[in-house]
C-alpha cells in the first residue's frame, strides 16, 4: 500500500558506488552465478533432449504465459467445488430438515460436519502432497468430493447425510490447501497474486451457480437431493482435466527429479527472460539444499527451532482465524435462512440469495488485478474497512419495522459486507501459498487448512443457536474480528508483491520489530501522502516490473527501475551464498521490503 520516499539520483549512484568499492568479492561471485547458471542450462537441456516424449508434452499453448494462464484457471476450478458446497447446503437446508425429520440440533450438524470433515481432509493434505504430489492430491480430493456428493444426493437419514457430508469435507479440506499451493509454485512473480486469486473468484463463481442451482430445483420433488448432487458435474470435470496438468516443478525439484521440472518451467514458464532463468536456477539451488537438509533432522520442529519458519506460520494462522471470526461463511451457508428471517418466503429467499451471490462474484475481480499492482497489505488495509461497516449495516437492518426497509438494508449491507470478496478471500490464500519455503510448503499449508477448516466449524455449528440467543443484530455486531485484523495487518503483514518464492525468505528473516517498524513507518508516509492528496505514492498502480517500459518518460522513474533492477539481482546473488560478503549486501536496504 505504502511506498516510502523515492531513491533520489545522487543517494542512488552513492550506494551503487559503496556497492563496488565494498564488494569486489560480491562481482567475482556474481559473474561466477552467471557461469554456473549457464552450464547448468546446457547440462539439464542436453539430458532433455535424451529423453523419449511423454504425453505431458503439451503443444495446445504456444506460449509458456498462456499455458501458465490456463494451468491457473483450471486447477483453480477446485475453489468452485467448494464455493458450490458452500451455497448448496444454504439452499438445501430450508428443505431436507423437514423430509428428515430432523431437529434444529441436527440441522446444525449437518451443516457444520462439512468443515470437520474438512479438518481429517487438512490432516492428511501434507502425507498426500508429500507423496504422490501437488497435482494427484487434487485428483484424490475431486474423488471424494464426487463420492461424498452421491452419498448426500441419496440419503435416506440422518446418518447417511452426515457420512455425506464429512467425505465431502475430506475433499474440500485436501483441496483447500493443494490448490493455492499448486497455483503459487507455477506463477510467476508477476502474476503470482491474481492468478492464486483466481481460486478465490472460483470460490464466489461457485457461490452464485450454487444460488442459481438451488433457484433452477426449488420447485422440483425432492429438491434437496438435486441441489446436493448437482456438485458432481464440476467434480468430474475437474477430476479429468488434471490428468492432463503437470506436476507443480517445485516439488518435482524437492524430489530430485531435476530434468523434469525443468521441462515442466519450460512449458509453463519459459526461458525466454533473464528472470525467468534465474528464479529456476536460485529455486533449484535451494530447493536442493534445503531438501538435504531436512533429511537430517525432523522439519515440523522448525515451527519452532527456525524464527524465519515460526514467523511465516504464526502470521498465517493469526491471519487465517481472524479472517474465519470475521463471518463470511456463517453467511453463506444460512444466506437463505438469514432472508427468511428477514421475511421472505423460502421459495423467494432463494431468488434473492442470487443477488449478494453475484455481487460476491464481481467484487472478486479487483483482487486478481490489482493484487500484484497496489499488493497485499493495499487491498486489506483499503478495503477491511468496507467489511466492518456491512457487518454494522447487515446487523442493524433487523431493526426495521417496515419488511421493505428490513430487506432493502440487509441486501445493501451484505453486498457491501462483500468487500471481503476482493479482500480478505484472496489475500488468505496468497499469504498461505507463499510465506513458507519449499520444504516446509507442504506442512505449512496443513497447519493452515486445518485452522481453517476448525474456524469454518466454530463459526457454523453454533450459528443456529446464536441466532436466536443473540439476535441476528447482536450475532453480526459480534463480528468484530475485522477491526482486530485491520490492526494485525498494519502492523506485522510484510508486502512480497513482485518477489519469487525464494527470495521471500529475506523477508521473513527479519524479527517481528523490524517488519512491525517498518510497516508503521510506511504507514505513518503513506498517511502523510494521503492527507496532501498524493494519491500516486499512497497507491503504487504500476508495478516494478513494468517501469521500464516507462523508464524513457522520466528520470525519477528511470533510478526507480534501475534500483528495483539491481536490488532483485543483488537478491538472487545473495541467496546461494553465505558468506561476508552476502552478509554485507543483507544488511543494506536493498534487499528490504
Known amino acids: 500500500m505504502e511506498k516510502g520516499a523515492a531513491t533520489t539520483k545522487p543517494e542512488l549512484e552513492e550506494e551503487i558506488q559503496c556497492i563496488r568499492v565494498d564488494s569486489e568479492l560480491g562481482k567475482e561471485e556474481s559473474n561466477s552465478y552467471l557461469e554456473e547458471m549457464d552450464e547448468e542450462f546446457d547440462r539439464l537441456e542436453k539430458e532433455l533432449d535424451g529423453q523419449k516424449k511423454t504425453f505431458a508434452k503439451f503443444t495446445l499453448w504456444k506460449k509458456p504465459q498462456t499455458f501458465m494462464v490456463a494451468v491457473a484457471l483450471f486447477a483453480s476450478t477446485g475453489g468452485l467445488l467448494y464455493g458450490i458446497d458452500l451455497s448448496l447446503i444454504s439452499g438445501a437446508n430450508l428443505y431436507f430438515p423437514t423430509d428428515l425429520h430432523l431437529s434444529s440440533s441436527q440441522e446444525s450438524q449437518v451443516v457444520s460436519f462439512m468443515p470437520l470433515g474438512g479438518v481429517f481432509g487438512g490432516l492428511i493434505l501434507y502425507p498426500l502432497n508429500e507423496i504422490f504430489g501437488r497435482k ?256 454494522l449495516i447487515t446487523g442493524f437492518s433487523f431493526l426495521a419495522s417496515s419488511l421493505s426497509v428490513r430487506e432493502g438494508i440487509y441486501l445493501w449491507g451484505v453486498c457491501l459486507y462483500f468487500f471481503w470478496a476482493s479482500c480478505l478471500g484472496p489475500t488468505a490464500w496468497v499469504i498461505a501459498s507463499e510465506v513458507f519455503p519449499t520444504y516446509l510448503r507442504s506442512h505449512g499449508i496443513l497447519l493452515h487448512s486445518v485452522v481453517n477448516m476448525l474456524g469454518n466449524f466454530a463459526t457454523a455449528y453454533p450459528f443456529t443457536k446464536m441466532l436466536h440467543s443473540l439476535t441476528p443484530t447482536g450475532l453480526f455486531c459480534g463480528f468484530y474480528a475485522c477491526c482486530v485484523l485491520w490492526i494485525f495487518s498494519l502492523i506485522f503483514i510484510p508486502e512480497t508483491k513482485g518477489r519469487t518464492l525464494e527470495q521471500i525468505k529475506s523477508i521473513y528473516s527479519q524479527s517481528m520489530f523490524e517488519i512491525a517498524k517498518i510497516n508503521i513507518k510506511n504507514s505513518i508516509e503513506a498517511a502523510k501522502n494521503l492527507v496532501h492528496f498524493r494519491w500516486d505514492l499512497v497507491w503504487e498502480y504500476t508495478p516494478d516490473y513494468m517501469l521500464s517500459k516507462l523508464a524513457q518518460k522520466s528520470e525519477r522513474t528511470r533510478i526507480v527501475f534501475l534500483n528495483t533492477r539491481l536490488r532483485f539481482a543483488l537478491h538472487n546473488v545473495c541467496l546461494l551464498n553465505k558468506n561476508a560478503c552476502t552478509i554485507f549486501l543483507l544488511n543494506r536496504r536493498y534487499l528490504c521490503p
Open 136 to 391: 494427484y492430491t487434487i485428483i484424490f480430493a475431486c474423488i471424494m468430493y464426487t463420492i461424498g456428493a452421491v452419498i448426500e444426493a441419496a440419503s435416506q437419514s440422518y446418518g447417511m447425510l452426515i457420512s455425506g457430508r464429512l467425505i465431502l469435507g475430506t475433499g474440500v479440506g485436501i483441496e483447500l490447501g493443494s490448490v493455492p499451493m499448486y497455483i503459487a509454485e507455477c506463477s510467476t512473480r508477476r502474476w503470482r497474486g491474481g492468478l492464486v486469486s483466481l481460486y478465490q473468484l472460483m470460490i464466489d463463481l461457485g457461490l452464485l451457480f450454487g444460488y442459481i442451482d438451488a433457484a433452477i430445483f426449488a420447485n422440483v420433488s425432492g429438491n434437496w437431493r438435486y441441489i446436493l448432487g448437482s456438485s458432481l458435474l464440476f467434480s468430474s470435470i475437474l477430476l479429468f482435466g488434471m490428468l492432463f496438468f503437470p506436476e507443480s516443478p517445485r516439488w518435482l525439484m524437492r524430489k530430485g527429479r531435476k530434468c523434469d521440472a525443468y521441462r515442466v518451467w519450460k512449458q509453463i514458464r519459459g526461458f525466454s527472460s533473464i528472470d525467468e532463468k534465474e528464479e529456476f536456477f536460485v529455486m533449484e539451488k535451494l530447493v536442493t539444499e534445503e531438501r538435504e537438509e531436512a533429511e537430517k533432522r525432523i522439519v515440523w520442529f522448525d515451527f519452532i527451532k527456525r524464527p524465519r519458519c515460526r514467523r511465516a506460520a504464526i502470521i498465517s494462522i493469526v491471519f487465517m482465524i481472524l479472517v474465519e471470526f470475521s463471518g463470511i461463511n456463517s453467511i453463506s451457508y444460512y444466506e437463505s435462512t438469514l432472508l427468511e428471517k428477514s421475511g421472505l418466503s423460502p421459495q423467494k429467499a432463494l431468488y434473492a440469495s442470487m443477488g449478494p451471490g453475484g455481487v460476491y462474484f464481481l467484487a472478486t475481480f479487483p483482487a486478481v488485478f490489482l493484487m500484484d499492482r497496489w499488493g497485499r497489505r493495499a487491498m486489506i488495509l483499503t478495503l477491511l474497512p468496507g467489511i466492518i461497516i456491512g457487518c
